[in-house]
């Protein structure tokens, strides 16, 4: 195991409505990713936080938001939830400095929207 | 063009054989390779890292990276059926990870 974890496993959600998504890092990691991965994709990157600051974005639209607190641990909003938000939600952290790039993941949040 | 390419297979190959996997890339600046094994229905797990053309071995497992050539692969020697997954490449580009779509190995007892 990797000592990150997320929070909850499964989400079952209605269009429309708002989800939060935690992440808890693992110990001596700055640098938190998100990830979503739908079915049978590789994870695409959404966006980074390194030391509470947002550090990257990928092509997620505004209504996908994060947070980073002192501990380390994070969150991912997302808002006006669409069906094809429906996916597994990775959360990776990575020690030392940004420029650590060996990430290891959460075990995902499974998120269906109806 | 994608940005990370690998064949989704599936690749079978025999109990203790050799599976190849591989994988290219467009960005020329890319700096930091990584493979991750994925269980169905698991998260991606850190199996091997290279960032330096050549090839590094860990145990089973051989990286190879050809920057010239933008392509970069794995090798896993005396595959065993707990080896069946999908195999991840994924290759850092400014601040991100650019995973490619897996390929699907299995392995035949």
């Known amino acids: 195991e990797t000592g990150v974890t997320q929070s909850p496993t499964h989400l079952i959600k209605t269009r429309g409505q708002q989800v939060t998504l935690r992440c808890s890092s693992q110990?001596?990691?700055?640098?938190v990713s998100w990830y979503q991965q739908a079915l049978g994709q590789g994870p695409q990157f959404i966006f980074q936080?390194?030391?509470?600051?947002?550090?990257g974005r990928g092509n997620f639209p505004p209504r996908f938001s994060g947070l980073q607190f002192p501990n380390y641990s994070s969150e991912l909003n997302v808002n006006a939830l669409e069906l094809d938000d429906s996916a597994l939600y990775l959360c990776?952290?990575?020690?030392?400095?940004?420029?650590?790039?060996?990430?290891?993941f959460g075990p995902g949040t499974r998120l269906t929207v109806t | 063009q994608k940005e990370v390419e690998q064949n989704s297979g599936p690749l079978s190959v025999p109990e203790g054989a050799i599976a190849s996997l591989n994988c290219t890339y467009s960005?020329?600046?890319?700096?930091?390779f990584f493979w991750y094994r994925q269980y169905s229905g698991k998260s991606p797990e850190l199996i091997m890292f290279?960032?330096?053309?050549g090839d590094k071995e860990d145990g089973r497992f051989t990286a190879q990276l050809n920057k010239a050539s933008q392509y970069v692969s794995l090798l896993i020697r005396d595959s065993q059926p707990s080896d069946s997954a999908t195999y991840l490449c994924?290759?850092?580009?400014?601040?991100?990870?650019?995973f490619g779509t897996g390929t699907r190995l299995k392995v035949l007892a």
């Open positions: 936080y390194y030391r509470e600051e947002e550090n």
């Open positions: 994924a290759v850092v580009g400014t601040y991100k990870y650019i």
């Open positions: 960005d020329r600046g890319s700096q930091s």
């Open positions: 290279i960032y330096s053309n």
């Open positions: 990776a952290s990575s020690g030392q400095g940004a420029a650590d790039y060996e990430q290891y």
């Open positions: 110990s001596g990691h700055n640098t």
